[in-house]
């Protein structure tokens, strides 16, 4: 579910229910055309349905950290995790279809997703990939 479907009684009531935060990130440069941004956000878009779909209920998108910064970014990314984890949610999630995350980076989120790290896969295999990360992360 995304950040914006909740109202404050909606989250009041329901929040408890929802222990993920899924933080997406563009990645962009700044160097991008108009349509090179586009394309960049409805990837990133399909790839975040691909995880928050199958568990509605349990993770909300949050707003998109859009451009890259370098290593200082590394540390913006980290500070937002800890502080979603330390107010609501008890799991982070960084993702990303075109630039490639590491948990060494981003050491704060409990599970760092990159598209770019499954180049070889096929959707059916990248689905039972991603499902099988999550699984992993609230198991452990």
Known sequence: MKFSD???QSWEENGRYYDTCLIPVTGLSGAEDPVDTI???ERLRDFLDRIER???GRIVVYPAVQYRA???GSEYINDICRKVKSSYFQYAVMASAD???STTDIY???LVLSLTAF???????LNLEIG??????WQS
């Open 54 to 56: 199958p568990y509605r």
């Open 39 to 41: 394309e960049a956000l």
């Open 6 to 8: 909740f109202d404050r």
């Open 119 to 125: 180049d070889h896969v096929t959707k059916s295999e």
């Open 99 to 101: 630039i490639p995350l």
């Open 70 to 72: 370098g290593t200082a």
């Open 108 to 110: 704060e989120s409990d």
């Open 132 to 137: 099988r990360r999550i699984q992993e992360m």
